[in-house]
């Protein structure tokens, strides 16, 4: 896949662009001189942002898609064209897959996995009915690639299912638009600093009462040194990214240590095979 060698005159429009990762590859993209648009279910953070950036934005529930289309319309009017999206709205829950109800399910699926699909279908019109390529990132997670071996005790299985679901989603748009030039790579982030925590609890729907509670306490503790140890800021993640995109990278991940893990499952998977007669 060809990657973006020059971002700058380039402009981005960012789902979940008003804090941690998102506003962190807005301004790293404005400091390689590309134009950016945010956009964000949160008003607060996303004017602070979009002020201390000078750019444009617009409040967007990425679950919605007829507010997609029209951020995406918007995004188009104001730049005067959007080279790259980055799907990067998420949410974080913890749960089980045996115990968590099916609303919290709704909820995390519908912004993390139909929110990608909403931004790139509105994205993908818009390029074809303008004859411009233009390039994907869709923001997945160290939980697109495994289940983590350190978070295995603290379930986040639904939230696993849904990042799976973003490479996936990353697969079947390269499938479908790489044979028409436009790129797609999957931001796979270990952990980063950012508000995730306190942002996934404020998008909840009313409906669904406080989130689920995260329990350190089943992590060995030296699981959870390790955790804490591993946060990178989110301005390293979006430059980890930047360098994923320039390179064309389908996946890109952010911490060396996630490939224990990756080739864990693939060893796993390369098994089965041994047992076909
Ligand atoms: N922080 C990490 O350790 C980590 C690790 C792996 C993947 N990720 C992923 O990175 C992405 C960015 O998360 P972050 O860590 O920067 O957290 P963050 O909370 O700082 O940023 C996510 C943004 O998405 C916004 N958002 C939430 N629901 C939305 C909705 N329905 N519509 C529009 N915007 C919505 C939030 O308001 C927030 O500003 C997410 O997809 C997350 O799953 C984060």
């Known amino acids: 896949m060809p990657g973006i060698d020059d971002f700058d005159g380039k402009t981005a429009l960012i789902t979940g662009g008003a804090d941690g990762i998102g506003a962190a590859l807005a301004q790293a993209f404005q400091a390689e001189g590309a134009k950016v648009f945010v956009s964000d279910i949160h008003e607060e953070n996303l ?13 967007c529930d990425v ?3 007829d507010a997609v289309e029209a ?6 009017n104001e730049l005067g064209s959007v080279d790259l999206v980055c799907a990067n709205a998420g949410v974080a829950l913890f749960g089980s897959i045996l115990e968590t109800p099916r609303e919290e399910f709704d909820f995390c699926f519908g912004v993390n996995v139909h929110g990608v699909v909403h931004t ?7 390029l074809r009915e303008t004859g411009r390529t233009g390039t994907f990132l869709l923001t997945g997670s160290e939980h697109s690639l495994s289940l983590p071996a350190y978070l295995r005790p603290v379930p986040m299985h639904v939230y696993t299912m849904t990042k799976h679901s973003v490479l996936a989603i990353g697969e079947g748009l390269r499938a479908e638009l790489g044979p028409e030039g436009h790129g ?4 796979c982030p270990g952990p980063v600093t950012s508000g995730l925590a306190e942002n996934s609890t404020s998008a909840r729907p009313d409906s669904l009462g406080d989130p ?4 350190m306490s089943k992590m060995e503790p030296k699981a959870i040194e390790a955790l804490m140890t591993a946060y990178l800021p989110s301005e390293k993640a979006a430059a980890i990214a930047l360098r994923g995109l320039r390179a064309g990278a389908f996946v890109i991940p952010t911490h060396a240590f996630q490939k224990d893990d990756v080739d864990a499952r693939y060893q796993e ?9």
């Open 269 to 277: 998977m390369v098994a089965g095979f041994d047992l076909i007669e």
């Open 212 to 215: 689920p509670n995260l329990d």
């Open 184 to 187: 797609v790579s999957v931001l």
């Open 71 to 76: 951020v995406v319309e918007q995004a188009w």
């Open 63 to 65: 679950a919605d898609a």
């Open 47 to 59: 004017k602070a942002t979009a002020q201390r950036l000078g750019c444009p934005s617009a409040l």
């Open 120 to 126: 790139v279908r509105a994205q993908a019109r818009k």
